[in-house]
């Protein structure tokens, strides 16, 4: 039986920063329009987090029965270790994705936004189809066009929206570099399991790029958002700070420009993932103070 240590580190919190940016970047852009409460922040908060966990749990799952996980070397597995049954894997999953659920419906209730209990259930069944199902769509090379949507214009935007009822360009901006933060995340951990990929028949994106291609493609994401601040400061000045995230992307850039590979790649999920909090916190700032 998986000790509680095991449970936790399951979640792979290292991935965290995905859910938890996207609000803070919506909470920002709906304060920049005066129209911020903490309470219904909150809310999206732990529906964003308790998605992002249900996912974890999910692909935990759903590659665990596949036997993707036989050989990866990325973090620890639950179902791939044996540590934990794939029916308890897949009831965490289920609770996680149940708990967003009713937070969702609170904040919808809250919000009076009825509409947005569609987009909720589009979110889960995101979550649940990515690796999971007959045909997952993370296996056909579509999984970083879905955290693109779902952790970037989905979570920013539907921050934004369930608050104030409206979409602005700030908004747009700042979902689009959180998406391209996300987006990185997941190509770094793609481009680290690319051998494991091949041979368990998962063909993402990285497989389909090929290494090199990969890179590339990593490098020219986390540009991305440093882009977007530069444009952003034309209306709030204070947008720059989001340069002050730069460092703490470094390491994971020089990792994957400089052709590490295997376990090398590892710290790479971390720093980008840090480094997409880290902007957000200092692009939520911008607008705070703007």
């Given at each position: ?63 665990g ?48 936004r ?54 602005t360009g ?20 793609s ?29 020219a ?55 997409m ?14």
């Amino acid at each position: 039986m998986a000790s509680v240590v095991q449970w936790i580190e399951g979640t792979r919190p290292r991935t965290l920063p995905n859910s938890i940016a996207p609000v803070l970047v919506g909470a920002g852009a709906a304060h920049h329009i005066e129209a911020f409460s903490l309470p219904w922040a909150l809310l999206a908060l732990l529906v964003s987090v308790a998605l992002q966990i249900g996912v974890n749990y999910a692909n935990d799952y759903s590659d665990g029965i596949r036997g993707t996980d036989a050989n990866r070397v990325g973090p620890f597995r639950l179902v791939g270790s044996g540590a934990a049954s794939a029916s308890s894997v897949r009831l965490a999953a289920f609770i996680s994705l149940g708990v967003a659920a009713v937070a969702g419906l609170v904040l919808v209730a809250l919000s009076g936004r009825w509409w947005m209990i569609l987009f909720g259930a589009v979110c889960i069944a995101a979550a649940w189809f990515y690796t999971g199902g007959r045909r997952p769509y993370g296996y056909a090379g579509f999984g970083e066009l879905a955290v693109f949507v779902f952790f970037g214009p989905a979570a920013v935007l539907g921050t934004l929206y369930v608050m104030s009822g409206e979409i602005t360009g700030i908004g747009i901006g700042s979902a689009i570099a959180v998406g391209s933060f996300s987006t990185a995340v997941m190509v770094g951990n793609s481009l680290r399991d690319i051998p494991t990929d091949v041979s368990a028949g998962k063909r993402t994106l990285a497989v389909i790029l090929g290494d090199k291609d990969t890179r590339r493609f990593y490098l020219a994401l986390v540009f991305v958002p440093f882009l977007i601040a530069l444009g952003m400061a034309v209306r709030v000045p204070y947008s720059l700070l989001g340069f002050l995230a730069a460092p703490v992307l470094l390491p994971a850039v020089r990792r994957v420009a400089g052709g590490r590979t295997g376990r090398e790649l590892i710290p790479v999920l971390q720093f980008t993932g840090l480094a997409m909090l880290a902007w957000s916190v200092l692009v939520t700032t911008a607008l705070v103070l703007d």
